[in-house]
């Protein structure tokens, strides 16, 4: 049984900068598809950004697209969601997900693991 840990939410000004963590455990998850995402008070959770297997592709919602990196270190069984530039917008609890195949919908029920979440706050 895998698990999911994020680190490195918290407040942060607009503007500013943040580099979440996802850390696995319990197994390998080398050659799954890991994807961030995240859910605002009274609003569903929306897909932010995924990364495939290898590293090789990657995919970003437009509202963080051209602000954000996902990135993954195999080695460290960790995935980084670096944002950049953020918005108020951005406040949410941010979820580090997990599955076995890259591409078509990713729809939260798609997903086979979840983290537990971490806060992120853009606010003055």
């Known amino acids: 049984q895998g698990q999911l840990v994020e680190s490195g939410g918290g407040l942060e000004q607009p503007g500013g900068s943040l580099r979440l963590s996802c850390a696995a455990s319990g197994r390998t998850f080398s050659g799954y598809t890991m994807a961030w995402f995240r859910q605002a008070p009274g609003k569903e959770r929306e897909f932010v950004a995924a990364?495939?297997?290898?590293?090789?592709?990657?995919y970003y919602a437009d509202s963080v697209k051209g602000r954000s990196t996902i990135s993954r270190d195999s080695a460290k069984n960790t995935v980084y969601l670096q944002m950049n530039s953020l918005k108020p917008a951005d406040t949410a609890v941010y979820y580090c997900a997990a599955r076995t195949y890259y591409g078509g919908s990713y729809n939260p029920t798609s997903m086979g693991y979840w983290g537990k979440g971490t806060l992120v706050t853009v606010s003055s």
């Open positions: 990364i495939s297997g290898n590293g090789g592709s990657t």
